[in-house]
């Protein structure tokens, strides 16, 4: 996020003049200059985050460990990979690379252990990396922990994807205005000023540069996704529709589309019909719903803008996939004896929205796609009879 600076316009007397009501007790809170390794310290910038996100009473703060670099890289920066089904199926749509995300080592400043519940701080002095974990653990505290609010809820990888992202985007959100109110003031003038300073319109382009890149592997994809949930939720809160924020942590959120569109739906999608049996050896890996990001990252990866485009150009393309998505299905085919795979994804569209080009050959592999009134269906293979077969099936 590259915003506006802020603090030296908040330091030109925008507090409550003479004469105006007295300010309420989070109106008066500011940003507290101390040092994080002192429990006072601690306690006071928790309750100035827990003002700025509309809490007058904190509960307690969280814990808070300190780590030097090396420790915080040894346990954070573990590797990952996937094998069999998940793999094959996720390489034939590029989305996960054939060889592990190069990562370059590095600590946060400071983060929010979610399964610790505490904040871990690298770099004492970055405030705003510690406003952001303190938000991140009351949203952490207020949903009765992320493993139980996601396990309890989530019902696609494309809802789990939407509530991570809208829980990363809510945590930055408030931790960057609790970062920016060093003075005093009015909660609507906060909100006006927030709103004509703070913006994710970078960390949006950011996200789609991440999702373009065939050797970033999903997880780096979806942290980067967190920048839409950021840019949901502070125009909500700008207009004072705190309720819609709330509603979105507590129905949930659905989709990732409902985010990319910035307006959540009355129900999640329904299930789609299972296309027809796969030949044999093949059989069904698993089925997901893998949502409008997953979509657009495929659309970035497969046919992706030339060099010379802008953050506008790739915005532009985030919202064509937002408003054409509705719903879809991705199955994954596996034959265990081969290690072979094929992909059956059928995408819902709205078909009053004028739909985009894709180039034919999809991913690595044997490709059938098609474009109906109200679907996109892709079959994609590394077995060439096979997926014809599944295709011919499926009427392509």
């Given amino acids: 996020m590259r915003p506006v600076p802020l603090r030296p316009v908040l330091l030109l007397g925008l507090a409550a003049a003479c004469g105006d009501p007295p300010l309420e007790r989070c109106e008066r809170s500011v940003l507290p200059e ?3 390794h002192d429990a006072a310290c601690q306690t ?16 307690p703060a969280p814990g808070f460990e300190f780590l030097d670099v090396d420790a915080f890289i040894a346990r954070y920066d573990a590797p ?43 770099d004492p002095t970055d405030t705003r990396a510690l406003t952001r974990s ?32 809208l829980l990363g985007g809510d945590g930055q959100f408030f931790g960057d205005v609790a970062w920016y109110k060093i003075a005093a003031m009015e909660d609507a003038a906060l909100r006006d000023h927030i709103a004509d300073n703070v913006y994710y319109e970078d960390d949006l382009a950011d996200f789609a540069l991440v999702a373009r890149d065939i050797t970033v592997d999903l997880r780096f994809v979806r942290a980067a996704f967190a920048g839409q949930g950021a840019s ?11 309720a819609r924020i709330a509603d979105a ?10 985010l990319m569109r910035g307006q959540l739906a009355d129900a999640a999608p329904p299930a789609l019909p299972a296309p027809p049996a796969p030949p044999s050896p093949y059989t069904a890996a698993w089925t997901d719903r893998m949502g409008a990001w997953t979509w657009f990252t495929f659309r970035q990866r497969v046919d992706p803008l030339p060099e010379a485009a802008t953050p506008a150009d790739h915005l532009a393309r985030l919202a064509e996939v937002a408003a054409l998505w509705q719903n879809d299905r991705l199955d994954c085919l596996y034959d265990p004896g081969t290690g072979s795979a094929i992909v059956v994804w059928d995408i819902r569209i709205d ?26 269906l892709w079959v994609g ?9 599944v295709a011919a099936s499926l009427g392509l």
């Fill in 351 to 376: 078909p009053a929205v004028q739909p985009f080009e894709l180039p034919h050959k999809e991913g690595p592999g044997v490709w059938h796609s098609r474009r109906f009134t109200d679907h996109w």
């Fill in 34 to 36: 101390c040092d994080v």
């Fill in 381 to 389: 293979g590394q077995d060439g009879p096979a997926t014809d077969a």
């Fill in 232 to 242: 949901y939720v502070r125009d909500r809160w700008v207009v004072g529709d705190d």
């Fill in 249 to 258: 942590f507590d129905r949930p959120i659905a989709t990732a589309g409902e």
């Fill in 134 to 165: 303190l938000a991140y653990a009351q949203r952490d505290a207020d949903i009765g922990g992320l493993d139980t609010w996601l396990s309890g809820q989530a019902t696609s990888f494309d809802q789990q994807i939407a509530m991570l992202a």
């Fill in 80 to 122: 990952y990979t996937l094998t069999g089904a998940d793999a094959e199926c996720l390489h034939l749509l590029t989305l996960w690379p054939t060889l592990p995300t190069p990562t370059i080592p590095r600590a946060a400043p400071a983060i929010y252990d979610f399964e610790r519940r505490t904040v871990v701080v690298v």
């Fill in 44 to 59: 006071a910038l928790h309750d100035h985050v827990a003002c700025v996100r509309g809490v007058d009473a904190a509960g």
